[in-house]
């Protein structure tokens, strides 16, 4: 049986990350692609050279040229500008834009059967554009956001309950970062959830409400230290595993961002919820009765998301 291929669309510091993590799990042969010279060569090369230490048998190639993404089962796309001190992702829509149709268009030429993973900012205008562009089918492109912000979470309420992380789960919802919703209630310690926790004692409410602020803006602390671009450790780590459960079919239950079509109300928009991702793509949208804050937040959230496709509309009027 013919190994996995997956291609990496952006060789920068999450595609890097990516590959690396590919590599040594042994997901399959990964192919590099990017537009700067040599960086894709280099690290494939590098990577590459690993393999003997780290005891992985997989093909990794570095290249400029879409054509050599030929077939890849899945495409997981960083490609584009990072934040830097002072910006925010929604200041990256009118670069990035530009880069998901170029993007798009490669994937359509010569990958169109893959599933296709975005991590571009702002994710979820970002993951919208790329299907437009791509023309693959809802059910085989997600946006990865929510599986980062859900992380960034479970790790401080792990620090805060002093557990080990494997027994914390979180329940996010809505778009990337500043308008995300965390849904405490199914939030848990080994299933029992946030809010009796708080009546055990092992936690305050302005404990947690602080822990929810600080995960919402996670991305830009970490901007903030090292002023040279953004996060990339957890958000590769994130996309592996969304990667992962539609190449093995694990069936994983988590949060991304994903075509709504009248699921929570809402209809044809991309935006943060539950989904099963298997190996037919988006399997299910998982929803939830939400309480009336959540269902606020909720909304909030879809109304940004709905703002930055106008924004997007307006730059590239073929969306
Ligand atoms: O949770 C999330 N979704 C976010 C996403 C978490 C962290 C970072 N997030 C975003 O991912 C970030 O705001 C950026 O938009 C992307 C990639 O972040 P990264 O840190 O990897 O940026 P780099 O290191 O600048 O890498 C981007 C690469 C770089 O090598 C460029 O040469 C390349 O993208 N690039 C392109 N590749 C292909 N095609 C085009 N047109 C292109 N333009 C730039």
Redesign the pocket.
């Known amino acids: 049986m013919a190994r996995n291929k997956i291609a990496l ?7 890097g990350t990516l590959a690396h993590l590919a590599a040594a799990k042994e997901l399959g042969d990964v192919v590099l ?4 010279e040599g ?1 894709p060569q280099g690290k494939a090369l590098d990577l590459a050279q690993s393999g003997p230490v780290e005891g992985f048998d997989v093909n990794l190639k570095g290249t400029n040229d879409y054509a050599d993404i030929a077939g890849a089962d899945v495409c997981i796309v ?6 830097k001190p002072g910006m925010s ?1 929604d200041d ?1 829509l009118g670069i ?1 834009l530009k ?1 998901m149709k ?2 798009g268009e490669g994937i359509k030429a010569h990958a169109p059967n893959a599933f296709v993973i975005c ?3 702002p ?1 979820d205008a970002m993951v919208w554009a790329l299907r437009e562009f791509s023309g693959v089918p809802h059910h085989m492109i997600c ?3 929510g599986v ?1 912000d859900s992380a960034r979470f479970r790790h401080f309420l792990a620090e805060e309950f002093q557990v080990s992380v494997k027994d914390v789960t979180a329940f996010v919802l809505g778009g ?1 970062g500043d308008t995300m919703v965390p849904v405490v209630e199914y939030s848990t310690v080994a299933g029992i959830p946030i809010p009796d926790l708080i009546k055990m004692g092992w936690s305050t409410q302005e404990k947690i409400d602080a822990i929810v602020a600080r995960t919402a803006s996670g ?1 830009g602390e970490i901007v903030g230290l090292l002023k040279t ?4 450790y957890a ?1 590769a780590t994130s996309g592996i595993a969304m990667a992962e459960s539609y190449l093995k079919d694990f069936k994983r239950v988590l949060p991304c961002a994903a075509h709504l079509s009248g699921q929570y109300g809402v209809d044809d928009l991309y935006v943060g919820v539950p989904i099963v991702i298997g190996a037919g793509g988006v399997e299910r949208i998982v929803e939830i009765p939400l309480d009336a804050k959540a269902k606020a937040g909720f909304q909030k959230s879809c109304d940004a998301v709905r703002e930055l496709l106008v924004a997007c509309k307006a730059i590239d009027p073929s969306l």
């Open positions: 669309i952006g060789a920068g510091m999450i595609g692609f990017d537009i700067a960086t960083t490609a584009g500008v990072p934040r992702r990256l990035n880069v170029a993007v991590i571009t900012n994710l946006g990865m956001a980062l990337h991305g671009g953004s996060a990339f958000p």
